[in-house]
């Protein structure tokens, strides 16, 4: 009976979990949607909590036992907002094959580059998304007509240069080769390109 409760109370998580996401999504504005997913599912595992252990319908189940389902709740409320919303929005490999779809179910692979840097930019606005998302994270700030990195920004680069260069595959398969070009994906980038800011503005209030 005890697994019975469970699984009945989990099913409660999910659909407040649905609810409240549906309801967050389109009925109130969203900065990031990430970050407005986890959001619905802290306060989807709140709500199911407080049925869990302040009603009399889950009472079969140990305080260590509600306790270990809110857990498992809100590690399930994070892999929905990483891996369902948050990957349609964000995700190329779903745009390639939305793109397909749309051109009739087949593009010449020479001109990838061009649905990319032409269609892809501007049809998913994914400058304003990016600069959106990483200002409301605190990484990066607008000043002056600049996007300047912050310390914040500063200290996540650290990490994520150190696991791309070590951590990511030194033979990743790419159109048919295998290479290691993503470990070091700036060795070949401009040296001195015409968009810098410069150090000064970094300093301007």
Not at 11 to 36: D, K, R, S
Not at 85 to 105: A, C, M, N, W
Request: hydrophobic share 45%; glycine share 6%.
């Amino acid at each position: 009976m005890k697994l019975v409760s469970s699984i009945i109370a989990t099913v409660m998580f999910i659909a407040l979990l649905l609810v409240t996401y549906c309801i967050h999504i389109w009925y109130f504005p969203v900065n990031v949607v990430f970050y407005a997913s986890i959001t619905d599912a802290f306060i989807a595992a709140i709500l199911a909590a407080a049925v869990l252990f302040f009603t009399g319908l889950f009472s079969r189940l140990g305080g260590f036992e509600k306790s270990q389902l809110v857990a498992i709740w809100l590690l399930g409320g994070y892999a929905f907002a990483i891996s369902i919303p948050t990957v349609i929005d964000r995700s190329l490999s779903f745009y390639i094959l939305e793109k397909l779809e749309q051109r009739g179910g087949a593009i010449l692979v020479d001109r990838f580059e061009d649905v990319f840097t032409k269609e892809y930019m501007s049809e998913y606005r994914l400058v304003d998304v990016r600069l959106t998302e990483q200002e409301s994270s605190g990484t990066i700030e607008i000043k002056n007509g600049c996007v300047l990195l912050t310390e914040r920004g500063r200290t996540i680069i650290l990490v994520s240069n150190f696991f791309r260069s070590h951590l990511l595959p030194q033979q990743r398969l790419l159109r048919g080769e295998y290479t290691d070009d993503l470990t070091n994906p700036f060795r070949e980038s401009i040296e001195a390109p015409d968009y810098s800011c410069g150090p000064s503005l970094g300093n301007s209030n």
